[in-house]
């Protein structure tokens, strides 16, 4: 079946199918395209860049391809070998498209740090409320259940199979592959993809004017080129439009038909530039460093929330949070005469100030948030940008009498704002402001933040880290933390889960099936002792936000060691096929 449909994904091309919604930074993607809109350009024909290797970030491929998102939950599965060539077709008009001359790497997510675990394990749980209920969990549904979509699973490794021949069949019948390098690294090698691809740039030496292009959903594929330093990069895409998909009737190919999804290219050298001249004021040019700068950049957006952490009350994109950092950024980086990192570690005394300063609009979005049914988040927006300008920016734009009758009032008074934090850390996270526990939260958090650039700008510093709290502080706590003794922050290596230990940590019960029978029996047994690691409920808190996916899941923490004894005493019972699923390879 895979050698016949290969001969259809022969000059397969110009057609795209759009990828599943991005991850990252909320909202990112869409604040960069309206403050910086000259960094993207579309991908066709009158705009064809040189390229010499190209990336391919493949989850997103792989859930757009199975044709769960279009179908909806309970449709009927298509066959994996469909799934297979449908991925591998896309592949196919992405090469064709870029047309690298070099080298390209197929990477589909493996296992990912414990930090990375969490959401994973919150967004499978959430996902298995949309599908319908299974009296029989250890039975393969008749629909596509998406949380097979994860490392360990028979389907992900079945899928790393096939593609592998595929490539390798490309190779020995289309001349314009054999020419290329092309390395495929499966679920079999520990690392989310877009990391996968950032270790691989990082480890290899390029000659300085390599030109480098990754594809991918994920709005983190921005900040990662960015960290990378890298002087000629491009990010590739489908222009984001959710109105885009069709429902299509027929047999199991006819339904994965798509309208045609744009593709957009961005510049992440042009970025850089954008950057260079937002973040640097004339006082700063003396001492400015783009390289460093870029850094800094990297390092604030996390302060937004991100894969790794929950975002900090009253710092939201949505809420013009970012437009107010790179204000408060350019205001104060020539009074430091230095930058907030310095090779992937955050200058401690530095990043307290700039986060104390920030600070200062927290009553003000504090106030406004109470009146949100009554004022639109565009009103909101506009009032902490214009705030942000006139208390930190180079030249303050006057208050139109709309902004003042809109978002009346600066926000509540120093005691009525203390009152509200302290509510939120009683409610959310059973602490007292200024306690123990309280402390231990501002410290994780910053311990956080300092994980976080290290992922992005070195790679993993960490296996094992996770940010163990399901808010995060408010950021005019986040001060005098020298007293606290954190400003040394080291991180243990460790080891990464095993493919099978990371299903346990991350799948529901209801996608039991997908997991070997000991291990399916450790999910479903209510003897198990893991049980009380699948809840039937779990609690979801909005939190304040106006769309249900941004809500917080409230699911209790995995913990480790009862994982990890648990799963390494049902492995004694697997088959050999299934050690093989539980192992690690290099990229093929």
């Known amino acids: 079946k895979l050698k016949r449909g290969l001969k259809s994904a022969e000059g397969f091309g110009g057609e795209h199918r759009s990828a599943c919604a991005s991850m990252g930074v909320p909202r990112f993607y869409r604040w960069l395209a ?183 959903a994920d709005a983190d594929l921005i900040l990662l080129g960015l960290a990378s330093h890298e002087p000629h990069f491009l990010v590739l895409r489908e222009v984001p439009d959710y109105s885009s998909m069709r429902a299509v009737v027929g047999g199991p190919e006819a339904r994965l038909e798509r309208s045609c999804a744009p593709m957009e290219f961005m510049s992440i050298a042009l970025l850089r530039e954008y950057l260079r001249c937002d973040l640097c004021s004339p006082a700063a040019a003396p001492i400015f460093d783009i390289e460093r700068a870029i850094d800094d950049f990297v390092l604030c957006t996390f302060l937004c929330g991100n894969d790794f952490l929950p975002h900090i009350p009253c710092v939201d994109i949505a809420d013009g949070a970012m437009d107010a950092i790179v204000t408060l950024y350019r205001k104060l980086l020539p009074e430091w005469g230095g930058f907030l990192t310095d090779n992937g570690e955050i200058v401690m005394h530095r990043f307290e100030h700039f986060m104390t300063e920030l600070a200062a609009l927290e009553p003000l979005i504090t106030g406004l948030k109470k009146q949100q049914r009554r004022i639109a988040s565009s009103v909101i927006m506009k009032k902490v940008v214009r705030t942000a300008n006139q208390m930190w920016g180079d030249a303050a734009a006057p208050e139109s009498p709309e902004d003042e009758t809109s978002a009346a009032g600066e926000g509540p008074d120093a005691d009525t704002m203390a009152g509200s934090k302290r509510a939120y850390y009683e409610k959310k996270l059973q602490c007292q402001p200024g306690g123990a526990q309280h402390r231990k939260l501002c410290r994780e958090f910053l311990r956080g933040m300092a994980w976080t650039l290290k992922y992005y700008v070195e790679g993993c510093p960490s296996w094992g880290w996770y940010y163990p709290f399901h808010y995060a502080p408010f950021l005019s706590d986040m001060r005098e933390l020298s007293q606290h003794c954190i400003y040394e922050i080291g991180f243990e290596l460790g080891q990464p889960y095993s493919p099978l230990q990371q299903l346990l940590a991350v799948l529901p019960p209801g996608s039991a099936w997908a997991l070997p029978p000991p291990f399916r029996h450790l999910m479903l047994d209510p003897g198990s002792p893991i049980s009380d690691f699948y809840p039937a409920e779990f609690a979801q808190d909005s939190n304040g936000k106006r769309n249900d996916w941004e809500a917080t899941i409230l699911l209790d923490f995995v913990d480790e060691a009862r994982l990890v004894a648990a799963a390494s005493a049902a492995a004694t019972e697997l088959t050999a096929l299934e050690t093989a699923r539980n192992e690690f390879s290099l990229p093929l």
């Open 34 to 216: 309206k403050r910086y809109p000259a960094f993207r350009a579309p991908a066709d024909a009158g705009h064809q860049p040189h390229v010499d290797n190209l990336y391919l970030d493949l989850n997103g491929i792989v859930h757009g391809c199975s044709g769960h998102e279009q179908r909806g939950a309970g449709a009927e599965a298509l066959p994996d070998d469909v799934i297979a060539l449908a991925c591998f077709r896309q592949i196919c008009a992405i090469v064709e498209l870029v047309a690298p001359h070099s080298l390209v790497f197929l990477g589909l997510d493996g296992v990912a740090p414990r930090a990375k675990l969490n959401q994973q394990r919150a967004r499978r749980f959430v996902s298995a409320l949309e599908k319908p209920a299974r009296e029989r969990p250890e039975e393969p549904p008749g629909w596509f259940d998406s949380n097979c979509i994860t490392p360990g699973t028979e389907f992900m490794g079945g899928l790393g199979d096939a593609l592998a021949f595929l490539v390798q069949q490309k190779m020995n019948e289309d001349s314009r592959w054999a020419t290329l390098e092309v390395l495929l690294s499966t679920t079999a090698v520990p690392g989310e993809g877009e990391h996968k691809i950032m270790e691989y740039i990082r480890r290899r030496t390029h000659p300085p004017d390599t030109v480098h292009c990754a594809y991918g």
